[in-house]
């Protein structure tokens, strides 16, 4: 269905702004890069466990590639 396909892209899209937010805040408070990869492990990991039908991506060109699959299945 049209309409999931576009809600999948626009989630997508927010889980990249969340990250970049992240990153920036990360560099503001000079947060340790391996403390705020630890966090980042420990956010997907979380994610995942949570019961919720969701697909992980590692980057904006790995989400892409996982929605036009998604879109494929239906």
């Keep these: ?3 999931v396909h576009v809600l ?3 989630i997508l899209l927010k889980k990249g702004e969340v990250e970049a ?3 920036e805040a990360a560099e503001a408070v000079q947060l340790d890069p391996q403390l705020a990869e630890a966090l980042v492990v420990r956010g997907r990991a979380l994610l995942q466990k949570s019961g919720l039908k969701m697909t992980v991506a590692d980057s904006l060109w790995d989400a892409a ?3 036009v699959a998604a879109a494929g299945e239906n």
């Design 1 to 3: 269905n049209a309409r």
């Design 8 to 10: 999948r892209a626009e």
């Design 21 to 23: 937010a992240f990153g």
């Design 65 to 67: 590639q996982k929605a």
